[in-house]
């Protein structure tokens, strides 16, 4: 009778196990949480695993109900194209235990996961850049946190509070940090006393004369795995932008702007996608145009898509060459553009146009002169110099002399 007694308990044990609920959400734009999700999923959802178009701070605020209200416990969101995590967003979830955060994560909020007691761990994904004030305050649990090499910022009492006892960090430059991101009360004193600091081999003296960083006590070095390299070189007067990808496929926030002729590197981890948007028509020096595109020096030029985005996954060291080709044009020659026809004359320019067209002017610097709406011929004085001529989506380099 009591193997019997055993076994049904063993299997009602099995039972309630299978019966978590584990939700997998794919939002698209346009789309929000509250929407998808039924009430019983809204209710009894245990582990929620969202993909997907970014999320808003009402779809923060579901899980934010479903974590405080119900059952939920685990948020995997590194598959989302979430940026930030709004301020408070997940304030005062104690049942929260496990956030797995957005692969294109930049920012986290003020006071975001103030008094989630219950998180024990964190690891910051590699394009996070700033924690903003008191983001894990009084997260008494949290034992250990993993920083990403591209963090910028630790602003005040980010960690105060907390049960720190290692930190690892990735970045061979400490990040910017203040005497209370880390400091005082500690669960068990002081972080500065009572944690250790991890940095990368060869780099603890960088950590000892830091901000922030030289008030903890013991600091020691461990290997970390190197990022890889790439390095980028662009011929010809362009720049491109490095972007986060976004869901949409369009690129999403920019990291940093890449201009010619400079020897540029950036780091990248392992499997992580980088995004570049090589500048031609959509800028002020859109006379010049893709000419090739080379990695490790082999013609890549077909994966530029058809808006100037390139899509790249490194996975060793590796080389980029951008060549542009400059469309030149010289003082009075007659520039032929799809239904339109530019001439420079000894004050200025002339445009002709077969259609209703939008026209924009620009210095040679960028500097936006004047826009018009017409269709015919109309001459525009213009003092000697170098000029941009936008016609719609077209554009070409003029020079008045």
């Not at 808003?56 to 416990?73: C, G, H, P, R, S």
């Not at 989302?80 to 997940?90: C, G, H, L, N, R």
């Not at 903890?216 to 490095?242: D, S």
Request: contains cysteine; charged residues 20%.
């Amino acid at each position: 009778m009591k193997k019997i007694l055993l076994l049904l308990m063993g299997l009602c044990f099995c039972w309630n196990m299978k019966s978590q609920i584990t939700t997998y959400v794919e939002v698209k734009e346009g789309e929000t949480l509250l929407n998808l999700l039924s009430d019983r999923e809204i209710e009894q959802t245990e582990k929620i695993v969202i993909s997907g178009n970014y999320l808003t701070e009402k779809d923060f605020a579901v899980l934010k109900t479903m974590l405080i209200q119900y059952n939920l416990k685990t948020i995997d969101l590194e598959k989302s194209y979430t940026p930030y995590i709004p301020q408070k967003a997940f304030e005062g979830c104690k049942n929260l235990k496990s956030i797995q955060l957005p692969q294109y994560l930049i920012n986290i909020g003020y006071m975001a996961f103030e008094h989630c007691s219950g998180l024990k761990s964190i690891v910051f994904p590699n394009s996070l850049e700033t924690i903003n004030t008191g983001a894990f305050w009084y997260c008494s649990s949290l034992e250990k946190v993993y920083f990403n090499r591209r963090l910028k910022e630790i602003e005040g009492d980010s960690f105060h509070g907390t049960s720190l006892q290692e930190i690892h960090c990735k970045s061979v430059n400490p990040s910017l940090c203040e005497f209370s991101s880390f400091d005082g009360d500690g669960i068990y004193g002081s972080l500065y006393e009572t944690c250790i600091l991890y940095v990368p081999k060869g780099c603890k003296r960088d950590y000892m004369f830091a901000n922030g960083w030289l008030n903890f006590k013991n600091i020691q070095e461990e290997y970390v795995e190197p990022a890889n390299t790439l390095k980028i070189n662009i011929k010809g007067g362009t720049f491109i932008w490095w972007l986060y990808p976004s869901y949409d496929g369009k690129g999403g926030n920019i990291v940093q702007t890449i201009y010619p002729d400079e020897d540029y590197s950036i780091e990248v981890e392992e499997n992580e996608t980088v995004c570049f948007h090589i500048a031609e028509e959509q800028n002020f020096f859109n006379s010049w145009q893709i000419d090739t595109v080379r990695l490790n020096g082999t013609d890549i030029t077909s994966q530029v898509t058809d808006d100037n985005m390139l899509y790249l996954n490194i996975n060793k060291n590796s080389i980029l060459e951008i060549i542009m080709k400059d469309q030149k044009v010289t003082a009075n020659e007659d520039i032929e553009i799809i239904n339109h026809s530019v001439k420079t004359t000894t004050n200025g320019v002339q445009i002709n146009t077969t259609k209703l067209s939008k026209i924009r002017i620009y210095t040679i610097t960028g500097e936006f002169l004047k826009s018009d709406l017409f269709c015919g011929t109309k001459e525009y004085l213009l003092p000697k110099g170098i000029y941009i001529i936008q016609i719609d989506n077209n554009s070409q380099k003029v020079i008045i002399q």
